[in-house]
């Protein structure tokens, strides 16, 4: 798959990459502040989901891959065909389910990602709230990261009891910054004016383990 792009095209989305945090996710993140508790060794997003990306972002990420040592490249590898048994297993008992295969990515290596720096667009938004719209009013829903559950981000203003963020809260605390849900979805993040004017194309959009053949 890395050879389907060429050294410049890899250049250019490199460029996207800088730009998409230096433009928007890093603005993001600023504003978020007084309610984001990510650090390092913090891995909660990236232990149960379906990591959605397309084929330039997964070729970069095999770019980083192929840096790692052998020990991690077959421990990853392992990592793939197990995971790519249990999709199978869980579709063939949840032919109807709604939620899909989630797995915990098989990049993560004791709560780190083995290829930071290579990661997805997704995986860089991942504590940030954001919006979708509801499937019958067509309204913007807020999404707050679920790991407000485990006391993290968002929780200082969470209330358990109604399940929103609470403005009580946030004044008690003298926060002024109000909490924001941004566009975040995968279809704005790739097809905006700073991807329109850098020769690259994004390619197809699958999870992650679908990307992979089913033999290793």
Same mark, same amino acid.
């Given at each position: 798959?890395?050879?389907?792009?060429?050294?410049?095209?890899?250049?250019?989305?490199?460029?996207? =990459?800088?730009?998409?945090? $230096?433009?928007? =996710?890093?603005?993001?993140?600023?504003?978020?502040?007084?309610?984001?508790?990510?650090?390092?060794?913090?891995?909660? *997003?990236?232990?149960?989901?379906?990591?959605?990306?397309?084929?330039?972002?997964?070729?970069?990420?095999?770019?980083?891959?192929?840096?790692?040592?052998?020990?991690?490249?077959?421990?990853?590898?392992?990592?793939?065909?197990?995971?790519?048994? $249990?999709?199978?297993? #869980?579709?063939?008992?949840?032919?109807?389910?709604? $939620?899909? #295969?989630?797995?915990?990515?098989?990049?993560?290596?004791?709560?780190?990602?083995?290829?930071?720096?290579?990661? &997805?667009?997704?995986?860089?938004?991942?504590? =940030?709230? #954001?919006?979708?719209?509801?499937?019958?009013?067509?309204?913007?829903?807020?999404?707050?990261?679920? *790991?407000?559950?485990?006391?993290?981000?968002?929780?200082?203003?969470?209330?358990?009891?109604?399940?929103?963020?609470?403005?009580?809260?946030?004044?008690?605390?003298?926060?002024?910054?109000?909490?924001?849900?941004?566009?975040?979805?995968?279809?704005?993040? =790739?097809?905006?004016?700073? &991807?329109k004017n850098l020769d690259f194309e994004f390619g197809e959009v699958k999870t992650m383990i679908d990307w992979f053949p089913d033999?290793?």
């Amino acid at each position: 798959m890395i050879d389907d792009f060429s050294d410049e095209q890899f250049a250019n989305y490199k460029i996207y =990459l800088s730009l998409i945090e $230096e433009k928007m =996710l890093n603005k993001y993140f600023e504003e978020q502040k007084p309610y984001i508790c990510c650090k390092a060794g913090c891995s909660y *997003c990236c232990e149960k989901g379906q990591y959605p990306m397309s084929k330039i972002e997964l070729a970069y990420i095999l770019l980083g891959f192929s840096q790692l040592s052998t020990e991690q490249k077959t421990e990853i590898l392992e990592k793939i065909k197990r995971l790519k048994q $249990e999709k199978i297993n #869980f579709e063939s008992k949840n032919p109807n389910s709604v $939620e899909g #295969f989630m797995y915990e990515c098989p990049f993560l290596e004791n709560h780190k990602c083995s290829v930071y720096e290579y990661r &997805a667009v997704i995986c860089r938004t991942h504590g =940030l709230m #954001f919006f979708i719209e509801d499937d019958k009013t067509n309204e913007p829903k807020n999404k707050i990261p679920f *790991c407000v559950n485990l006391g993290l981000n968002y929780s200082n203003i969470y209330d358990k009891e109604t399940k929103t963020l609470s403005d009580v809260k946030m004044y008690e605390l003298g926060i002024e910054q109000e909490p924001l849900a941004y566009n975040l979805s995968l279809k704005t993040l =790739l097809n905006n004016d700073i &991807a329109k004017n850098l020769d690259f194309e994004f390619g197809e959009v699958k999870t992650m383990i679908d990307w992979f053949p089913d033999k290793n």
